[in-house]
């Protein structure tokens, strides 16, 4: 039996021209109260996930739960991620899960990441920094069927310090992302993590790795442009990339209706996203 791949599911997902990849990054001070009230922290966590991914599922190409907010609330985080992934892979297979965990250590601590991200949670991806290099890599590198999804320029303030030193003539997230367009991608899983807040550092990346997926959070609440980030970061079908979004789309409204209005927060963003993308003339 096959196994569709991460990267296979996410171009199914563009192919019905879904670009938003919801971040799931609950914060239980955050959260509704019709959500939160005489429920555990594990039942509220999956409550208001789930309700997230009902409203949203056939509008996403991707769901990016941040392992920080479930690890923060110790076993009963844990156990609501586990459950949130399965559920969202059990109702909705077609949308991929993408858990940002940002691992990466020793080859052989490695394989108990791997373990982790993608037989006990079930991720059908994961991020990962690219600091130990590929050797290090190598067990995610492996799972062919799975996304691996590697820090290049990161969208906060200070992505620069490291980030933007020269090697030769070249930055290093360029030499990242060259390494592993040219060296990694050898099983052909590998995607790449650009901020929205640096247009022009994504369009630069975009020019060294042909069609390779590029996920981009940095969209609503860090103020990422999104007509910048689509021009720079599309490939050359019109697709590439997985816009992330979590606090403006999980805390478009704070009452009841939170479901109702990350549906709608979703929905305008999928459109505007649309509105810029090239779209090539398919048998022209
Ligand atoms: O460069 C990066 C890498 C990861 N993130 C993560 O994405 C989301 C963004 O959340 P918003 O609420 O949409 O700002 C969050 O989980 C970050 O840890 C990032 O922002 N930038």
Redesign the pocket.
Known sequence: MSTVTFNELVEACWQRENFVCV?L?PEYERLPESVTRNVSIEEAFFTFCRGIIDATHDLVCAY?P?S?FFEAQGEAGLKALKRVVQYSKRQYPQVPIIL?AKRADIGNTNRGYVTSAFDLIEADAVTVHPYLGKEALTPFLNRKEKGIIV?TR???PGAGEFQDLLIGDMPLYQVVARSVAQEWNTNGNCAL?V?ATYPDELRQVRSLIGDMPILI??????AGDVRSVVLAGQDSRGWGILL?????ILYASTGADFAQAARRATEELNVEINTYRIRPRVNA
């Open positions: 971040g990054d990016k941040n920080a940002d820090l990161t969208s906060n993590v901020g959070p940095g969209i609503g609440a860090q992330s979004s979590s606090r403006a």
